[in-house]
């Protein structure tokens, strides 16, 4: 799962419309989004061109964009600004990281031990096998699963930036796209009633990008491995062990808890007048006692084997601190429909194609779960307008199903694009580069790798299916 945002969508949809009965997106104008996109350029430029600076300084910077929105935007609605930014934090901010949290603790407990020589051939099979089980465990659990095998069997290598930006097209994106446990825009259709094995059906647009992904780094791979030096050798092979293997049970207990919380419905109660449903704040609380379970019973030479260090987590924690500030104006326009800013733009929207590309193209930038639901929320209203969701789901499934089909494959293939397209995205950047990776900077990662790669898929998939 990329977040647990998707668990408190509507109530966050009762923030923005809060005392005053007017969604605060009708009147938000386009240039509040200004604070994001500084985030984002702040995220973008400055490991290019200062990195140091960044290293040293990236939580001031984030603090100073989060003021930057937040006080004009407290200034100008008051009560109702205050109620957007304490459920952005309550109902999505903290469970998102508590999830991301327990998913790296536990994750970080599974060590697999053994002689692995990063090869063409190692290196495409554990990506295959990232994007198979990314969605029964999610992208985030696979990806935390995964990532620290690939690195060490690739340690000795010199070229393998690459390697780690297929493993975020395919095992931290792509391979979500099948289950409600993929990716949460998918769980947050299964919460209004599309079935839980509807998306199995996307199984041959997923195919028709994977598979030509895992062919196309399997060339690559193997033009980087022929230059370079000789693998180092070893006077023995040792066989293939896992260390931690208890912490798979605290994992399949992460997705278990955050499946049942989609489903069970014990009520509801206010915090700092937030309306909190006790199922969520259950889960958060199972996911830290998993989280720390695995802490007190995972050797420590466990987690020295892998490297583990608690410097990934605490980068996206108070990045994404930043984002998730700065991002209220942007979500509350898009939500706001033909009523807000970007009106113009949104009655433009008639075909699959554009569903499909509008919603990819947010949740390149935007957290794709809000842009699922909004786009969601637009093709109900244009096709079931007078239907309850739940019908309206079930109508758009029997008659339009490429609408949601479009929508769907959106929101899970176009977080590829970006390094916050999708959490796991920027996690596994993270750790990469703390084990000594090169990864390319922002918009290296997209017009070295994303826009050349992964654009004339999406492309092909739009030609097929839409």
Do not use: C
């Not at 990329?2 to 386009?30: D, F, K, M």
């Not at 839980?196 to 996307?202: G, I, N, P, S, V």
């Not at 947010?362 to 309850?388: E, H």
């Amino acid at each position: 799962m990329t977040t647990a945002l998707v668990l408190a969508a509507h109530g966050a949809a009762r923030a923005e419309t809060g005392h005053a009965g007017t969604p605060i997106g009708h009147s938000l104008p386009v240039w509040s989004v200004l604070p994001f996109v500084g985030i984002l350029l702040s995220i973008a430029l400055f490991p290019l061109f200062a990195p140091h600076f960044w290293h040293r300084h990236y939580p001031k910077v984030t603090a100073f964009w989060g003021v930057i929105l937040a006080v004009p935007f407290l200034a100008a609605y008051h009560g109702r600004g205050v109620d957007a930014l304490l459920h952005t934090y309550l109902l999505e901010y903290i469970p998102f990281i508590i999830l991301l949290w327990a998913l790296f603790t536990v994750a970080g407990g599974i060590h697999l031990k053994g002689s692995l020589n990063g090869t063409p051939r190692l290196n495409t099979l554990l990506l295959a096998i990232g994007t198979a089980i990314a969605s029964w465990m999610g992208t985030t659990g696979a990806a935390m699963i995964l990532i620290r095998t690939i690195l060490r069997a690739n340690k000795w290598r010199k070229h393998k930036a690459h390697v780690i930006v297929f493993f975020i097209f395919l095992v931290a994106n792509i391979g979500g796209s099948l289950t409600p446990l993929g990716d949460p825009p998918l769980f947050l259709g299964f919460l209004v009633g599309v079935p839980f094995f509807w998306t199995m059906k996307l199984i041959p647009h997923m195919l028709l990008v994977a598979v030509p992904l895992l062919a196309i780094f399997f060339v690559m791979d193997s033009h980087y491995y022929k230059k370079e030096e000789a693998a180092p050798k070893t006077t023995e092979k040792t066989p293939l062990k896992i260390e931690g293997a208890h912490n798979l049970l605290f994992l399949a207990g992460i997705v278990g808890a955050v499946l049942v919380s989609g489903m069970w419905r014990p009520g509801s109660a206010t915090i700092l007048g937030v309306h909190e449903e006790i199922q969520n704040l259950s889960r958060d609380g199972v996911l830290v006692l998993l989280g720390l379970a695995s802490l007190l019973t995972t050797k420590k030479a466990t987690r020295a084997g892998n490297e583990f260090t608690w410097g990934p987590i605490r980068e996206v924690a108070i990045l994404f601190a930043g984002i998730f500030t700065t991002i209220v104006p942007a979500l509350a326009i898009l939500k706001a429909g033909e009523n807000g800013a970007l009106g113009a733009v949104m009655r433009t929207i008639e075909t699959p194609a554009h569903y499909f590309w509008l919603t990819g193209s947010l949740s390149s930038f935007l957290d794709n779960a809000p842009s699922y639901l909004t786009f969601l929320s637009s093709a109900l209203g244009r096709f079931f307008p007078d239907l309850p969701v739940l019908q309206g789901v079930h109508g758009l499934i029997a008659d339009k199903s490429a609408y949601l089909e479009g929508i769907s494959l959106g929101a899970v293939f176009f977080g590829a694009n970006t390094y916050i397209g999708n959490a796991p995205n920027f996690m596994v950047k993270s750790i990469a580069e703390e084990a000594g990776v090169r990864m390319p900077s922002f918009f290296g990662y997209m017009f070295k790798y994303s826009i050349p790669i992964l654009l004339p898929l999406f492309f092909l998939v739009t030609l097929v299916f839409f």
